[in-house]
């Protein structure tokens, strides 16, 4: 594995400032927002000075029921070779649900959902993961992701479930330690007793991020300056190993150019405390590896573990079909899910969803003014985002056009005309409304 050095995440609006960054090893990308025939002529010229560029997917959801779609796959593995990377990275988590055998049409979270912790998730969560390997030109790394809330019947530590992946399919770890601490105050669960269980020679490279806490819950907002909370828990962890590479990622409300140097600054110092009182320094290998005493820990074969049975997926389907479900089309709770956390994790997916389809579609906060967030606020709760953003905004203006609810006439023809010119002469009809999940809901894993 490569050693990476200090990276931070490549934006479009900070490209002009990461290029002018002292000492910047490499960086991330968005996997989906770059187009491998039209490359952002800002990371050409970083490649051109010997940056590395790591593609980092968000789409794939190799903890959903289904196997990884080869399209996808197949996307993510063109960016690896176009971009010269190392490796390519992903998350643990789900992002879709819904489907043939699951009484409910296909849902989109729109955002990195938890799986849960138990024997038949990380049964088919292996057998994707090799899937993905499989498909990929270059060694694949997946990222423990941060939750709001928990799954009831949970039986293996974050830890846990973290060592058996990487023991069962060798799989590399992208370890982001604010997703600790943010699971540290949104969930207990202890940063320390995580990185004791993991198998951290596995450890791919590091992710740090800023977030902000309000009413007692943990927002991972990638938005907001890195805290020490966070930065104690990255000293932790490179107490114990030599980090290959720690990344700063920062999607939002960027601050000055000398801001994220200085954030920059922090981890470094960070790293350097935790490498200090481990009492060494890191080891390398031949080509710039790190040393690991069980790097291949695990057969990388479909033979070192059975794949997961159909049986497994659809218990898995129902149960994150139900989840899913009450999430974004207003069906109950899951039994033995926290409802309020629920319901933060609801409003979170639907401001997510409308900051993002803000930014695809700018013109419609424009036509609508103050009237657009409350408006696509009321329609997210009601309509799952059946396909992507942009097709999230298409069927927003053609349910405001249809559905009487824009009193300012002008504004309504606005909304028309821009519905038109994208999409067709008429918004379509009214759909059938969607099909809520009933008998699943009380499916979970284990049960």
């Not at 051109?48 to 996808?72: I, K, N, Q």
């Not at 009321?378 to 953003?389: E, K, N, S």
Request: charged share 25%; with cysteine.
């Amino acid at each position: 594995m490569h050693r990476l050095g200090t990276g931070i995440g490549w934006r479009p609006e900070i490209a002009d400032a990461v290029e002018a960054m002292p000492g910047i090893d490499w960086v991330e990308v968005v996997s989906e927002n770059v187009c491998p025939g039209h490359l952002p002529a800002s990371l050409l010229r970083l490649r051109e000075r010997g940056v590395t560029v790591v593609p980092h997917g968000v789409s794939l959801g190799l903890g959903g029921a289904d196997r990884p779609d080869a399209g996808r796959l197949a996307a993510l593995a063109e960016r690896a070779d176009v971009l010269g990377s190392p490796l390519v990275t992903e998350h643990i988590a789900f992002v879709r649900a819904g489907g043939p055998g699951t009484f409910s049409p296909r849902l989109e979270a729109g955002h990195l959902l938890p799986v849960p912790r138990t024997r038949d998730a990380l049964d088919v969560l292996c057998e994707n993961v090799r899937i993905a390997q499989d498909a990929l030109p270059v060694p694949l790394a997946v990222e423990n992701i941060a939750a709001l809330f928990s799954w009831p019947g949970e039986e293996m530590t974050e830890g846990q479930f973290l060592y058996d992946l990487a023991d069962r399919t060798g799989v590399r770890l992208l370890i982001d330690v604010a997703n600790l601490h943010t699971n540290h105050v949104n969930r207990g669960e202890d940063p320390a007793e995580a990185l004791a269980a993991l198998p951290l020679e596995a450890l791919a490279y590091v992710h740090v991020a800023g977030g902000f806490e309000r009413d007692g819950v943990w927002h991972d907002s990638h938005a907001h300056p890195v805290t020490q909370p966070v930065l104690d828990v990255l000293t932790d962890l490179a107490s114990r190993v030599a980090p290959p590479g720690v990344l700063l990622e920062r999607d939002e409300d960027f601050p000055e150019p000398t801001e994220l140097e200085g954030e920059l600054a922090a981890i470094g110092t960070a790293v350097e405390k935790g490498r200090a009182a481990g009492g060494r320094e890191a080891v390398r290998l031949p080509g710039g590896a790190v040393d690991s005493a069980a790097a291949g820990r695990g057969a990388r074969t479909a033979a070192a573990a059975a794949a997961a049975g159909e049986g497994t997926r659809r218990r898995l389907a129902l149960a994150q079909t139900a989840l899913l479900s009450s999430l974004v089309a207003g069906t109950p709770a899951p039994e033995g899910f926290d409802r309020a956390r629920l319901e933060v994790q609801a409003r979170a997916l639907a401001g997510k969803r409308a900051d993002v389809v803000a930014k695809v579609a700018p013109e419609l906060p424009e036509i609508l003014g103050a009237a657009y967030r409350p408006a696509f606020l009321a329609y997210a709760r009601q309509t799952p985002m059946a396909g992507g953003y942009r097709r999230d905004a298409l069927d927003f203006a053609a349910h405001l056009a249809r559905s009487g609810t824009v009193a300012d006439a002008r504004v309504r023809r606005g909304v028309r005309r821009w519905w038109r010119e994208r999409s067709g002469p008429v918004p379509p009809s009214r759909r059938p409304a969607v099909r809520l999940v009933r008998a699943t809901r009380r499916v979970l894993p284990g049960h």
